[in-house]
Every structure is written in C-alpha cells, then in structure tokens.
C-alpha cells in the first residue's frame, strides 16, 4: 500500500511546505518541494524563543539541521528556512524530527502552491485536485496546466502539486483523502494524522489548515472560486468513493456561505493595520507588511487589511501575493466603505494584469473597479488597455 500526502501548487511564485518525519529524533531537515529526494544545502535557519537570542545555522549537504534539540523541541519557537530563489518557510515548533520541504519561487500571477504534511505517524493520504475536466492525483499525475510533481510511495511525504496557470473563470477544489480507510468513512486516523496544509502564493505562504478533529476520510480543504478568490472549506466528511472517483465528490461540496464570525481580536486586528498604515508612509514595507499580516491572523476578516497588503505588496514587486490579498479583500469588504475598498482592489488588479502583458484581465478589472465606484483614473485605465 503506498502513502501519497499531497502539497498543491498553483503557480505564481511558491514557498516552502513543511512534513514531518522523525519526531523526537533532535534534528530536522530541509528538502525540495518538487524533486524527490533532494536535500537542499546551504538554506539559512534561524530559530527564536521568546526572551532568548535567535539561534541559527546553515543546511548541510544533507539538509540537515544543526541547532540545540532542546531549542527544536521548545513548543514556544519559531523556525525560518530561507535561500535564494525559493519562498521562505515559517514554521512553529516543537520542530525535531522534522522534513521541511523548500518550494522554489514560482513566477504567474494565477499559481498556487498547496503542500501536505502529517505527522510521525504513517498515514496513506493523498491529495486530489479537482477542475473542469480535470482530476489531478496519484493515478492522473497530469492535467492542463497542473501536475503532481512529487508522489510519495513509501509513506514519508510530503507530495507536490503545481497548477502552472489557473484558468479564468473555472473553479478548483482541493482535499485530501484518506486512501487506507477508503471503505471505513467513520475511520478517524485522518483526524489524527496531524495533517496540515500550507498554501503558498508567489513567495509566501498565505494560509495554513490543520485538519479537523472529527471522525471521517475525506478532508475537502478549500476552493478557489472562477475570480481566484479563495474559499475555505475546512470539512472532514465520509466517502466510500473510489479514488478516481474523488474529483467528482469534491467539485459538488458545497461552500459555507454564513455570515464571516466576528474576530475577538478586533481591536488589536485594527490597531495592528494602523501600525501598517503608518509604516507604508514612512516607507517601512517590510514593516507595513509584517504589520497588516499580524492584523489579518488576529481577525482574518479585516478587508482594509488585506486591501493595505496588496498595495505593500505591489510596492515590494510581488505581483501574485499583490493580486491574492487584493481578492480577499474584494470578498471581505463590507459595510459604508466596502465599494471604495473593492475599487480599489480591482484597479490594482488591473494594473497587474496590464503591467505582465493579460490585457483582456486587465480591461476585465477595471471595469470592475467602475462598477464599484466610477472614477477618472479607471477610464484612463480603460482607454489604456483598448488600445493594445
């Protein structure tokens, strides 16, 4: 029987995915996200406990990591792996006995990057993406614009999908089943895999989902709706379906369409935005950045911040992260000054899409933007475009 832990990718620039291996082992190691077997030397780690100095160290040929385990096995910490050319990876420890999976930096604006890891555990997982047309998964390692890029047999992973270029319009769902228990839906060793799925866009990891604590096989993950706006799923079901037959079960689960729950961290959510504010004017984007992501993870629905990412992000260069926050704070916004926020999201969008050249999705924006709130500048942007 063979073990397949999936990491999903759309392309756009990725970032690193992280599976674990030995627990307990005092050590941990990086490899490569897309080929099998590859340690990655030379990465630079650097480790941090609250209220002690940083520790760090550099990959061995190997891959492996040379810090204190007590420091690895301190559930306080907090572990960066990064090197040139491929995203950075953020991880929380404890994080001895552990495989890090670096993803290389992916360069369309429309990628994604998902990546599966569980724990020391060996669990026979596997991850299914599903698109029109398309099932991607162990026995169909190939679809338009996507493929499997690692399928791990013997029951280590993780496992890597890159979708090269999501198609305008089309819906893509992702999940995981549990194949060992394919004919036992009330299993719950997908509940106590540990499972966790990072999802990267460009060179940064964007969301984390850990898998529900309830019995069932089929753990449907996400969506990503036809506008590229992410849709969290998060649901463990039960399914006795063959796994060709898993790309169909999972394009029919439905999205929970309720009402976004109200963050008991509001405040500080806002506080920490205006940290970002006033850090994007003093010209501080890393700050900006590190700010507005705090004020998201405090209250996920703050659509002003994910809007003021956006814009931290296109000054940084980073087109795909640019146009993902940009989307989630079209789908956020809400109340007095949600079409100025939409607007403004979807003229820079637009410019993205002009700047690399997509001139239809680019005139497609704007006149999103003027829908939401006619403006000057999205008519110049508009003539713009039709000219090409």
Known sequence: MRLRAAVLAFVVSVAAVCGAARAGSGEATVVSATVADRPIEGAAVELRRPGQPALTA???????IALDPAALRDPDARLSIRKS???E??????????????????????????????GAARADLDAHLSFPGE??????????????????????GPETITVLRKHPGEVYTYAVHDFANRQNPAADALARSQARVYVYVGQTLVRTYSAPQQPGNLWTVLRVDGEGRFQDINRIGASRSP??????????????????????NSDDAEQANQRGEAAYRSGDLIGAIAAYQQAIELDPNH????????????????????????????????GANAATVRAGAHYNIGKLYEEDGQYE????????????????????????????
Not at 243 to 264: C, F, L, M, N, T
Not at 362 to 388: F, G, H, I, N, T
Request: charged share 30%.
């Open 58 to 64: 550099v990959t061995d040929a190997r891959g492996r």
């Open 85 to 87: 050319g491929h995203a």
């Open 89 to 118: 990876l953020l991880a929380h420890c404890p994080c001895d006995g552990a495989n890090y999976a670096l993803s290389p930096a992916l360069q369309s604006l429309d990628g994604l990057r998902m990546v599966l890891s569980w």
């Open 135 to 156: 099932h991607v998964y162990f026995e169909r390692k190939n679809g338009e614009d996507a493929r499997l890029d690692l399928d791990d047999t013997e029951r280590h």
């Open 243 to 264: 796994a060709e037959k898993i790309g169909a079960e999972i394009a029919r689960i439905g999205v929970d369409s309720g009402h976004p729950q109200v963050s008991e």
């Open 303 to 334: 659509a002003q911040a994910y809007a003021n990412l956006g814009l931290a992000y296109v000054k940084r260069g980073r087109a795909a992260e640019a146009i993902w926050a940009s989307r989630k704070a079209i789908a956020l916004a809400k």
């Open 361 to 388: 999705r680019a005139m497609s924006s704007y006149l999103a933007a003027k829908r939401e709130k006619p403006d000057k500048s999205y008519d110049q942007a508009l003539e713009r475009v039709s000219a090409y």
